[in-house]
Each structure stands twice: as C-alpha cells, then as structure tokens.
T-cell receptor, first 114, second 112 residues
Framework: EAQVTQNPRYLITVTGKKLTVTCSQN?????MSWYRQDPGLGLRQIYY???????DKGDVPEGYKVSRKEKRNFPLILESPSPNQTSLYFC?????????????FGQGTRLTVV | GDSVTQMEGPVTLSEEAFLTINCTYT??????LFWYVQYPGEGLQLLLK?????DKGSNKGFEATYRKETTSFHLEKGSVQVSDSAVYFC???????????FGTGTRLQVFP
C-alpha cells in the first residue's frame, strides 16, 4: 500500500530537549516536505527536499533541521524545541513535475512543547 | 507572492444540502489548483485537481472549475452527506515548481 508514515503520532516534550520526527515513504518520490498546521494559518512549509542530499528552506524554517540521506526517509529535527513549535506536523511526498503533483501526506504528529 | 484565500468556516449544513466553498488565488504564471480534504485525525488527501484554465476537477460528487478570469476554484457538491464532514483546503502549485501553497482551510459540518 502506498503510504507516508510518520512517527510518533503524539509527542509531549520539554523546552530544549532535542527530538526527531521520522517520515518514510514507499512510493519512490523525489520530492518530500514538512508542513506545520496551525489554526487560522493553514499549512505552512518548513523544509523540502527535491532528492537525496538536496534540501532547502520553506516558509518557516527557523528552529528546524532536516536531512535526506536516503530517498525514502526525511526526518525533521528540533534541536532545541520551544513552546511556539507546539503544532500539528505533516510530512508529504510527491513526484517532481507540476502536472502530477499529487502530494501524499502522513497522518500527522501532534507536538506539544511545555 | 502566490497565495490562496478561502472562505472562513465553519460551514454548517443539513444532509442533502448544496455546498459551495469559495477559493480564490493570486499567482504568477499558470498554477495547478487542488482541493485537499482532511478527515478527523487523518492527514490530507487529494480530493480533486485542475491543471489549466477551464478544466473541471471532480471526485466523489465534488466539483471545481479552474476560472482564470476570476482567479477562482470554488468547490461544490449538490447533496452533502454526514460523511463529508471534514476540513477542506484549497491549494496551488506555482508555475514550474512543486511547492504547494495552501489556504487556511474550511471546516464543513454536516448534520443529519
């Protein structure tokens, strides 16, 4: 089954404690991205990657890191989480190319930073 | 920059009512337009799309037409069901990129 898998689904952590949210896709997609969803703001892109070892900032990259060492995996790293990073996070993947840009989303990770 | 504007929610309807959720966009070039749906506790999934002017996307009884002259992509359904209750996101990908730009989402609540 084609899918994007995120883990964990729920996470409560304390300010400053490094964490990683994993994302894996089984569709051989080149393009992967991370979004955060906040009330009244919709989804905003944090980082994206167009292929292995190619990553770039999205609209709200501050406080986040990513890596793309393998095509299927795209982890999101919060080196020193702060309360303003409390949000719902989604990983997404799709093939490159505008006409076929149907993005597939993971089920989301609800992060609370206290 | 490119942006998407959706009507504020929630939209509350009775079963079998007609649905319209408005979406307008600002973009340079010729974007592709999408509606994504988010059911409770789940990620987003593509509902329908249109890639050029006057294209009509349709799926599960939902329709939207790419109107370049009014820069709009309104979502419609003739008869909603309780199972359509979800959050609906209008989105675009700017010309020659793969970046999705989302609207703020519109929550639809359908009551029996």
């Amino acid at each position: 089954e084609a899918q994007v898998t995120q883990n964990p689904r729920y996470l409560i952590t304390v300010t400053g404690k490094k964490l990683t949210v994993t994302c894996s896709q089984n569709m051989n997609h080149e393009y992967m991205s991370w979004y955060r969803q906040d009330p009244g703001l919709g989804l905003r892109q944090i980082y994206y990657s167009m292929n292995v070892e190619v990553t770039d900032k999205g609209d709200v990259p501050e406080g986040y890191k990513v890596s793309r060492k393998e095509k299927r995996n795209f982890p999101l790293i919060l080196e020193s989480p702060s309360p303003n990073q409390t949000s719902l996070y989604f990983c997404a993947s799709n093939f490159l190319g505008t006409e076929n840009t149907e993005a597939f989303f993971g089920q989301g990770t609800r992060l609370t930073v206290v | 920059g490119d942006s998407v504007t959706q009507m504020e929610g929630p939209v509350t309807l009775s079963e079998e009512a007609f649905l319209t959720i408005n979406c307008t966009y600002t973009a340079t070039g010729y974007p592709s337009l999408f509606w994504y749906v988010q059911y409770p506790g789940e990620g987003l999934q593509l509902l329908l799309k249109a890639t050029k002017a006057d294209d009509k996307g349709s799926n599960k009884g939902f329709e939207a037409t790419y109107r370049k002259e009014t820069t709009s992509f309104h979502l419609e359904k003739g008869s909603v069901q309780v199972s359509d209750s979800a959050v609906y996101f209008c989105a675009l990908t700017a010309y020659n990129t793969d970046k999705l730009i989302f609207g703020t989402g519109t929550r639809l609540q359908v009551f029996p």
